[in-house]
């Protein structure tokens, strides 16, 4: 298959640690999975899944293999390739996210929590991707807003990890005054609101600085929002660790599921020896 991204988009992603893969998805994908999970919580597949809340579930890709068959297509894993090479490595994290906003965070802090270094190896090279099931909306959000650059800023995060209850309730007075990191970096100058649509995949650096887009009108949104998101690493031996450092976080979706998931769901399996790509979970 030929490229999917080109050199300047590539590049982007190297030097900024984000980049948007537009048209990953037909419409026809996009309108059929999220009928999917609208069954899914109809019917009561949702809540089939070895960890589930009103705002996730997981084991998506055992639960409705039909999904995995959408999700990497080979757009998709042309894209993946693309960036980090034949070699790539992806880890399908099997979970829907719906009406989930955070605020500014980096993907990678769990790995700080648990005393790990590996993610500011000069080599390290993982991204999340994200598929959103609807368009990045100024008024009902639905996707996500970063900063360029931040990928190699380790100071704070890791700092947060080791915080004393005294220091984090200096950093609270800190965001509730205006002048935290948090608030830094709301007002940062190259902020970016992605502005992506309907059958757009984006990726960033697990270390890069992002939040859930704000949404202004909540009472008259007229969709859920709903996510997809798996990793990708560019080094297996860093695929292998953050596999595991995956399986050691404390909260419910990893404690109670992906802990224990240790084999591949069968059509992720034949996707990935259909396409040459190594997939873990």
């Not at 790995?111 to 609807?134: I, N, S």
Request: proline share 4%; glycine share 4%; net charge negative.
């Amino acid at each position: 298959m030929p490229r999917f991204l080109t050199q300047q988009e590539v590049d982007q992603y190297y030097e900024q640690g984000w980049v948007l893969c537009k048209q990953v998805y037909s419409e026809a994908d996009v309108e059929r999975t999220r009928a999917i999970i609208e069954q899914m919580r109809a019917d009561g597949t949702w809540e089939k899944a070895p960890h589930y809340s009103d705002t996730l579930t997981t084991d998506i890709y055992n639960l409705v293999p039909e999904l995995a068959t959408i999700v990497f297509n080979e757009n998709y894993i042309q894209a993946m390739k693309d960036l980090f090479g034949e070699q790539v490595t992806i880890l399908p994290e099997p979970g829907i996210h719906r009406n989930r906003y955070f605020s500014w965070h980096k993907d990678s802090s769990f790995l700080d929590a648990l005393g790990e270094d590996y993610h500011w190896d000069e080599d390290f090279h993982a991204t999340m991707t994200v598929m959103y099931l609807q368009a990045n909306s100024k008024q009902y959000g639905g996707g996500i807003s970063i900063v360029p650059k931040t990928q190699r800023d380790a100071d704070f995060y890791h700092k947060v990890e080791q915080m004393n209850l005294a220091e984090r309730a200096v950093l609270k007075a800190k965001k509730t005054l205006g002048v935290s990191h948090f608030n830094k970096m709301e007002n940062h100058p190259d902020k970016v609101w992605i502005p992506s649509e309907k059958g757009d995949v984006i990726v960033i650096d697990l270390r890069l600085d992002h939040k859930g887009s704000d949404i202004t009108d909540t009472k008259n949104r007229p969709y859920d929002k709903y996510g997809i998101m798996n990793i990708a690493c560019k080094q297996p031996h860093h695929a292998d660790k953050l596999r595991l450092s995956l399986k050691e976080r404390p909260s419910g979706y990893y404690s109670k599921y992906l802990k224990f998931a240790d084999e591949l769901s069968p059509k992720v399996a034949e996707i990935a020896e259909k396409n040459g790509v190594r997939f873990i979970i």
